[in-house]
């Protein structure tokens, strides 16, 4: 009777759980707030995240870096808690884009805050998949096929998106300086 085929051993990831949760925790919370997760649910769903880390981690086969299994791992989970928070819908808060920001001077601290509002209201504008490829690819540096194969899209879908979510933010910005201009004369 012929042996059965028995299945490839996958490599070892390079790094343990352990050691992907101190070192990513910090990108994963930014990326899952500029995602649009609320501050109040950004700590429960970075969990749901690392928990989904747990489960797959051998899994992970290194084809990509940590950073692009993490940050498409962010990008789902996201998107499921977004659209539970539309059945819930309670109003967000623009939040600063790492867990326990250290104390800073006051002035430099409110301009900071106001341009992190911005941007995230910007960023709250666009369409949840544009926003994903503007967030990986501008705000967390991964290159566009990095993000692609983070997003399970395409590449000429995700430089499709990149183009038409720079786009859409340019306009949303010129349509807000318009509306301050104009309340503001």
Known sequence: MPLAAQ???RPAPALGFEEIYES?????WRSLRRMGVPERLVDDVAHDVFLVVHRR??????????????????WRVASLHRARE????????????TPDSEHRRPDAE?????????????LDELDPARRAILVAV????????????????PLNTAYSRLRLARRDF????????ANRRVRHP
């Not at 501008?138 to 899209?153: F, G, H, K, T």
């Not at 340019?170 to 300086?177: F, I, T, V």
């Open 110 to 122: 409110a301009m900071r805050h106001q341009a992190k509002e911005l941007v995230q209201q910007l």
């Open 24 to 28: 990513y925790f910090e990108f994963v």
């Open 170 to 177: 340019e306009q949303a910005l010129r349509r807000m300086a």
């Open 7 to 9: 299945p490839e051993p």
């Open 57 to 74: 981690l051998p899994e992970f086969e290194n084809r990509s870096s940590v950073r692009t299994w993490l940050f498409g791992i962010a």
């Open 86 to 97: 539309k059945r819930h819908s309670l109003p967000d808060a623009v939040v600063d884009d």
């Open 138 to 153: 501008e705000i967390e540096e991964l290159s566009v096929p990095e993000a692609a194969e983070a997003l399970v899209v």
